[in-house]
C-alpha cells in the first residue's frame, strides 16, 4: 500500500469536515429555529432524539448507517436508482462526521435563538415581515453569535470523527482515511513518530478553532453595551 | 369612528372588551393587569388566540366571524410598546426605516424624522438612547409605516418624569400632522385629557368606562385609584402677555392663569399647559406675600393616597387641581375632602404642551 502523505490526509479531512458542516447548517439552524419558538412533549423528544448522537458510542450510530444504508433498505435502494454510491467512498465520511456532528450545531444555535427578545419578532411581524422576513432580518443577526459557535462546534467534531467513520467508510488510505482513522492506523503499524506528526497537526487546529470559537461568544458587540 | 368588539382568553380572565367611540383618539385607561396591553396586542394581531371585530373609520381591521383574522405584517397597524422594542442591532436610520414600503419611501421617511426631531439621532444604536429618545424613535419608525391605527402603550412610562412634557408635544404633532388614528393606553390622567377625545376604564378585562376623558378621570379618582397619576394639564386661549413681556395670561372660562412669556405666542391662540403636581403648594391659611404668582383660594375635592404620597384634588380659579404631597404632609395640614385651601404655584411651573 502507497503511503499518503501528511498534506494530503489533511485536505482530506478538512474538505469532508467542510462539506459536513455546510449540509448540516441549513438544515441544522432551521430545526434550531423551530425547537426555540415551541413548547411541549415534541419537542422535549425531537431534541431528546436529535442529541443521541452525543451519548451513544459513535461505533452504534455508524452500525445504525450502515443498516440503513444496505442493499435491502429503502434508502438504499433510492440512492441505487439514482446511481450514488456512499459506502466506503468520501460521501460515507461526510455521512458520518454530518450524523455526529449535527446536535453540536443545533445546541447552542437553540440557545442563541431563544436569547431573542420573542418581542422584537413581534414588532417586526407588525411592521410588516412576515415569518421569514423576520427570521431573516431580526433573528439571525441577533443570533448570529451562537450560529457561528455551534458552527465551528460542529466543524470541530466533524474533523476529529472517528467510530460512525469507520463503520460505514472503513479506513481506506487516500480515500476514506481522515486525521483521527490515520492516526489509530499509524499506531497499530508502530509508526509512532508518522502519529504524532499526524497529532501535533490536529492539535493546532482544534486549538485556534476552539480559541476563534471562545473569542466570539464571550466578546459583547459596542454597541449592545449602555 | 372606532369599533371594537374583542375577546381573548388570559389565564386571570377572559378580557371581553366591547366600545363603539365616536372618536378617532381614545384613552385607554385602568389598573395594572386589567388587560390593556392585552387589547392592544390582539388588535395588532399578535394574539393568535383573540376572536372578535375591530374596524377604524368603517376599515375593517379583523372579524373573526367572517373568517377575517389576517396576520400582523398585513395589518397597517404602527405599534409602539412602552419600552419602545427597538431592534438593538440596527441604528435609528434603519429602525424607522424597516417596516417602511419601498415605494414612497424617502418622503415618509423624511417626515417621521422631521415630525419627531430625530435627524441628530439618525447614525447611533438604540442602547446609546434616553428613554424619550427610544420612545420618539419608535413612534417615527411606526409613523414611517403609514398605518391607518396608532396603538401607543403608555409611551411615557419609561421615561424620567422631568421629560414627559417634552415627549408629550411630538404625540400631539403626529395626531395633528398625521391625522392617524390612535388608542393610548395610559396610568396618567392628565396624559389622557391632554391627547385624546375619547376614553375607555378598563377593569379585569371589562370595559366599565366610556365616554369623554374628564368623565373617565372623575371616575378613576372616585374609585380612588392609586395607579391613576394626576398631571396638571390645562387648556385655554392666550391673553396679551402683561407688562414688559416678562409673562403671559392663559384665560379658563373666568379663570386667568400666569404663565410664561412666550415670543412666539398669538394672542388669541389657543395653548395647552401641563404643571407637575409636585409643584402645586398647598397651604390651609390664606397665603399673602409669596413670590407664586398664581395664589388662588380652593376647596379640597378629592384625598387619594397610594404608598408614602396622596394626590389632592382642589378646585381653585374655575379649575381642578392636583397636588403631590407626603401623606405626613396631608395628615398634619388635615386635608380631607371639603377643607378651604389656598394654592401658590409659580409662573415657571406652567410649561406649555402646544
Given amino acids: ?226 | 369612528m372606532i369599533e371594537i368588539e374583542v375577546a381573548i382568553p388570559l389565564s386571570r380572565f377572559r378580557l371581553e372588551v366591547a366600545a363603539t367611540l365616536p372618536a378617532d383618539t381614545v384613552a385607554v385607561l385602568g389598573p395594572s393587569g386589567s388587560g390593556k396591553t392585552s387589547l392592544l396586542e390582539a388588535i395588532a394581531g399578535l394574539r393568535p388566540k383573540a376572536s372578535g371585530r375591530v374596524t377604524i373609520r368603517g376599515e375593517r381591521v379583523m372579524d373573526t366571524a367572517a373568517g377575517v383574522k389576517p396576520p400582523p405584517e398585513l395589518r397597517r397597524i404602527g405599534y409602539v410598546p412602552q419600552d419602545a422594542c427597538l431592534f438593538p442591532h440596527l441604528n435609528v436610520a434603519d429602525n424607522v426605516r424597516f417596516g417602511m414600503a419601498r415605494k414612497n419611501g424617502a418622503s415618509l421617511f423624511e417626515e417621521a424624522v422631521r415630525i419627531l426631531e430625530i435627524a441628530p439621532l439618525l447614525a447611533r444604536y438604540p442602547a446609546t438612547l434616553s428613554g424619550g429618545e427610544r420612545q420618539r424613535v419608535a413612534l417615527a419608525r411606526a409613523i414611517a409605516t403609514e398605518p391607518r391605527l396608532l396603538l401607543l402603550d403608555e409611551p411615557l412610562a419609561a421615561v424620567d418624569p422631568a421629560l414627559r412634557g417634552r415627549i408629550l408635544p411630538y404625540l400631539l404633532r403626529v395626531r395633528e400632522s398625521l391625522g392617524v388614528p390612535f388608542l393610548y393606553v395610559t396610568h396618567n390622567a392628565g396624559e389622557a385629557r391632554a391627547v385624546a377625545e375619547a376614553a375607555i376604564v378598563l377593569r379585569s378585562g371589562s370595559v366599565t368606562f366610556a365616554g369623554t376623558p374628564e368623565a373617565a378621570l372623575e371616575m378613576m379618582s372616585a374609585d380612588e385609584d392609586p395607579e391613576a397619576r394626576f398631571d396638571n394639564i390645562f387648556s385655554g386661549v392666550l391673553e396679551a402677555s402683561g407688562a414688559a413681556g416678562e409673562s403671559g395670561l392663559l384665560r379658563i372660562g373666568d379663570a386667568r392663569l400666569v404663565v410664561p412669556a412666550d415670543k412666539d405666542a398669538v394672542s388669541g391662540a389657543r395653548a395647552v399647559y401641563s404643571v407637575a403636581p409636585e409643584d402645586v403648594l398647598v397651604s390651609t391659611k390664606p397665603l399673602e406675600g409669596v413670590s407664586a404668582r398664581n395664589v388662588h383660594p380652593g376647596r379640597v375635592v378629592s384625598v387619594t393616597a397610594a404608598g408614602a404620597d396622596a394626590w389632592i384634588g382642589i378646585a381653585a380659579a374655575g379649575v381642578e387641581w392636583t397636588a403631590r404631597l407626603t401623606r405626613t404632609a396631608t395628615d398634619v395640614l388635615g386635608l380631607e375632602k371639603g377643607v378651604d385651601v389656598w394654592i401658590a404655584v409659580k409662573t415657571q411651573a406652567f410649561h406649555r404642551l402646544r
Fill in chain 1, 1 to 226: 500500500m502507497a503511503e499518503v502523505s501528511d498534506g494530503s490526509i489533511l485536505l482530506l479531512t478538512l474538505r469532508v469536515a467542510a462539506i459536513a458542516t455546510l449540509a448540516i447548517l441549513p438544515i441544522g439552524v432551521f430545526v434550531a429555529w423551530k425547537l426555540a419558538r415551541h413548547e411541549g412533549a415534541a419537542r422535549t423528544l425531537l431534541e431528546t432524539l436529535l442529541s443521541l448522537p452525543l451519548v451513544l458510542p459513535p461505533t452504534a450510530v455508524g452500525l445504525l448507517l450502515l443498516e440503513m444504508l444496505r442493499r435491502s433498505g429503502p434508502l438504499a435502494r433510492l440512492l441505487d436508482r439514482l446511481g450514488i454510491e456512499v459506502l466506503f467512498t468520501w460521501k460515507a465520511v461526510v455521512l458520518a462526521t454530518a450524523v455526529m456532528s449535527f446536535p453540536l450545531l443545533v445546541r447552542p444555535a437553540r440557545t442563541a435563538f431563544e436569547e431573542v427578545e420573542p418581542r422584537l419578532l413581534a414588532m417586526g411581524r407588525s411592521l410588516g415581515c412576515g415569518p421569514f422576513a423576520v427570521f431573516r432580518r431580526v433573528a439571525l443577526p441577533l443570533a448570529w453569535r451562537g450560529l457561528l459557535s455551534g458552527t465551528l462546534l460542529a466543524f470541530s467534531r466533524a474533523l476529529g470523527e472517528f467510530g460512525a467513520t469507520i463503520m460505514i467508510a472503513g479506513n481506506i488510505p487516500g480515500r476514506t482515511q481522515t486525521m483521527a482513522l490515520a492516526i489509530f492506523h499509524r499506531n497499530q503499524l508502530g509508526q509512532n513518530d508518522a502519529a504524532f506528526r499526524l497529532v501535533a497537526i490536529t492539535v493546532v487546529i482544534a486549538f485556534a478553532v476552539v480559541w476563534t470559537t471562545e473569542i466570539i461568544t464571550r466578546r459583547r458587540s459596542h454597541r449592545t453595551e449602555t
